[in-house]
């Protein structure tokens, strides 16, 4: 207990003055900033200086020791796991992505918040407290405790769980990695994909070298730099805009005016003017879509003839180029040509309405509508929760507490520090989206702000926002703004004016929560794969040092093919991330609640459970997403396929208590494994 008390104390003291070390380090930049350090350069010492940190810590806390590489020894107080597990839990979908999604949704992107912070409730009540109790190394090893045959084996079920673990954490992960890109190409200036490999190292430094424990004491720091990099802008620019610092008072007394000013733009003749041009694009491109093929085949033919008639009148090398990029773009086939211009259509038809009340729950021309998106809402919250609860890189978190009563005190201090982030996210969509209605809208498009032309020459391919001057009248209307809400958080600091050096306190703090939970999604896939897969079943006489290297080895492997997929931009961040979430939830959520609180569930329930909840979920999401041949007439119940895990769910839970009743009962054991997971600690 004294040993336990004084690593605490020592853990205490460290984590103060590594907070008063950054403190001077931001004054000293902010001094620099004021003598004329070129931007660039202070984007790179924040950049260099928080990796170099990071490799720092992974280098100290370096292990070929497998408690230490698996479970960091099972020492880290419970306050502390509370801090590292936050940091793995705000990921980039928390940091750069949330405020934008309730900037561009509103009321409707609350089911993230409700969502993820419920899911927590259910994570200290039905599992963590049992998974520490297990004492296992990862959660494809607890399933196949629990659910293992008399003579203690339970392959079938640990395959199928590495492989719903390994499906989950890399979907997971690559939206991870593609923030890293983002916010390396927005920091540094190099391409989206260099960035993207350059972050690649910051991830493995950590946990290649140290493995949980280099993990868990990076985490630490990381948050710390998370939590002050979100909270400084937003309470500054809460003191900007209703002369309050603190963001959720502020959030009340900016709301009503927002309301106001969104009332003006739905009614502005302007505004409308533009949404009416937006209508008639919508309109001619679906009017190629109906002619089709004849449509494709005229307009290739006139774009190859607008070619041929430059050059022939010697045109300038820049028009014939342009010409030349129109005609390699324009769809190869007839099929290409009505995705994409259906996509269009669409795209055209959404910047035609009239801006949503951002307060309003469930906004919609129709009470079918509103019905449809309150199910969407209800659907998403669920999934989000069941999905948190089953988490496989936040699960194995459980392991690394002294006792089970650590565990418990740890997923209090998880929702806490999860908490001081996420009451303050409503409020800063609200705050920026108040300052660009106000102080954007009306701007003459010749004194646009500099952050503008910035951010969109970050990702010239995909520009992260874009203002069309649509009815030439010289002015910025809002319906001539397209923003990707994936830039919001990141560019706050230069819509209100801060100076350069909360904009790269901001980029630090995005870039930690990336790596944070780009490193613990890293180690549990390569640790099932490790641990689970090649000790457990192919080299069970392996030696400690062997099983490690294996360990670092693959997750080497895992990176960079995660990496490459990042850097193919399948998805938007906050849709990868929901992905990940039903496929959790359908998956694992039923095994692992069942396992704890139903003796009769066995080894064939298990692996029927997990094997149909995960088909449920992916065949669902690949019929009814676009992105991948689907089509969204065929939505269940009109339910988005984000939220397939409520199709998913049901459907494991429904099939491990079928096939577990209709086959033989676990032995003595499995039953004495229950009851030992759910005895006192």
């Known amino acids: 207990m004294n040993r336990q008390f004084n690593f605490t104390r020592k853990l205490t003291r460290f984590y103060f003055w ?24 202070l984007g790179y010492v924040f950049m260099g200086a928080t990796i170099f940190l990071y490799a720092t810590i992974g280098l100290i806390s370096r292990t070929s020791k497998v408690a230490e590489y698996y479970v960091a020894g099972r020492r880290v107080p419970g306050f502390f796991n509370g801090m590292a597990t936050a940091a793995d839990w705000i990921s980039a979908a928390s940091f750069i992505s949330l405020a934008g999604g309730l900037y561009l949704h509103g009321f409707d992107a609350l089911a993230y918040i409700l969502g993820w912070t419920g899911g927590y409730v259910l994570v200290a009540l039905l599992i963590a407290p049992f998974l520490r109790r297990s004492a296992q190394y990862t959660i494809p090893d607890f399933l196949a405790v629990r659910y293992g045959d008399a003579n203690g084996r339970g392959t079938p079920v640990r395959i199928v769980a590495v492989l719903a673990t390994v499906a989950v954490s890399f979907t997971y992960v690559v939206a991870q990695i593609y923030a890293v890109g983002l916010i390396a190409s927005r920091f540094t200036g190099v391409d989206f994909s260099v960035g993207i490999f350059l972050g690649l190292a910051s991830i493995l430094v950590c946990s290649f070298l140290g493995g949980m424990r280099g993990i868990t004491w990076t985490q630490v720091a990381q948050y710390i730099i998370i939590v002050i990099a979100f909270l400084a802008p937003t309470m500054w620019l809460s003191s900007k805009l209703a002369g309050n610092p603190v963001p959720q008072l502020a959030y009340g007394s900016v709301m009503p005016q927002l309301t106001e000013r969104e009332a003006q ?14 209508r008639e694009r919508a309109g001619a491109y679906r009017a190629q879509v109906a002619a089709l093929p004849g449509s494709w085949e005229e307009g ?22 342009a010409a030349q990029r129109q005609l390699m773009n324009y769809p190869r086939s007839a099929d290409e040509a009505r995705r994409a211009w259906s996509a269009q259509a669409e795209s055209n038809f ?58 418990r005190n740890s997923v209090f201090w998880t929702l806490f520090f999860v908490l001081l982030i996420y009451l303050a996210v409503p409020a800063l969509a609200v705050l920026v989206k108040y300052d660009l209605y106000t102080n954007l809208v009306g701007t003459s498009f010749d004194h646009l702000p500099g952050w503008v032309t910035y951010w969109a020459n970050v990702d010239r391919t995909n520009p992260l926002i874009s203002i069309s001057d649509i009815n030439l009248d010289g002015v910025v209307q809002l319906a001539e703004i397209a923003m990707d809400g994936d830039m919001l958080v990141l560019a706050t600091p230069e819509i209100a004016g801060l100076p350069y050096v909360i904009s790269g306190l901001v980029a630090a703090g995005g870039l930690a929560a990336a790596l944070s939970t780009a490193d613990g999604l890293l180690l549990a896939i390569s640790n099932a794969l490790s641990h689970d897969v090649y000790y457990k079943m192919l080299d069970p006489h392996a030696s400690t040092q062997k099983r490690v290297t294996i360990s670092k080895l693959l997750l080497l492997a895992v990176a960079f093919i995660a990496a490459y997929a990042a850097s193919q931009k399948p998805a938007d961040i906050l849709s990868l991330v929901g992905a990940a979430f039903s496929l959790a939830a359908s998956t694992l959520f039923p095994a692992l609640v ?50 397939a895990g409520v199709f998913g769910v049901p459907a494991g839970m429904a099939l491990l208590a079928i096939v577990s009743l209709l086959t033989a009962p676990p032995g003595r054991a499995g039953r004495g494994i229950v009851d030992h997971l759910r005895s006192p600690d």
């Not at 733009?265 to 937006?278: G, N, S």
């Not at 669920?382 to 609860?389: E, K, N, Y």
């Not at 019929?623 to 969204?632: F, H, I, K, N, R």
Request: proline share 7%.
């Open 18 to 41: 590594f907070t008063v070390s950054f403190g001077a380090f931001l004054v000293s930049l902010a001094l620099l900033e004021q003598e004329g350090m070129p931007r660039l350069w």
């Open 300 to 321: 290739r033919r006139r774009v190859q003839r607008h070619l041929d008639e430059l050059k022939l009148r010697d045109a300038s090398l820049a028009e014939i180029r």
């Open 350 to 407: 959404a910047r035609s309405l009239p801006p949503k009340p951002h307060a309003q729950p469930f906004p919609g021309a129709t009470a079918q509508e509103s019905d449809g998106k309150r199910n969407n809402f209800l659907a998403l919250i669920l999934c989000l929760m069941l999905g948190t609860a089953a988490l496989p890189h936040i699960l194995m978190r459980s392991y690394t507490t002294p006792s089970v009563q650590e565990t």
């Open 265 to 278: 733009l739905r009614t502005d003749p302007k505004e409308e003017q533009v949404r009416a041009l937006y």
């Open 594 to 643: 069942l396992g704890v609180f139903w003796q009769r569930a066995n080894q064939a329930g298990a692996v029927a459970g997990m094997a149909g909840g995960f088909g449920v979920c992916v065949f669902y999401m690949l019929s009814t997403m676009p992105q991948v041949g689907g089509s969204a007439a065929n939505q269940w119940f009109g339910i988005a396929p984000i939220s």
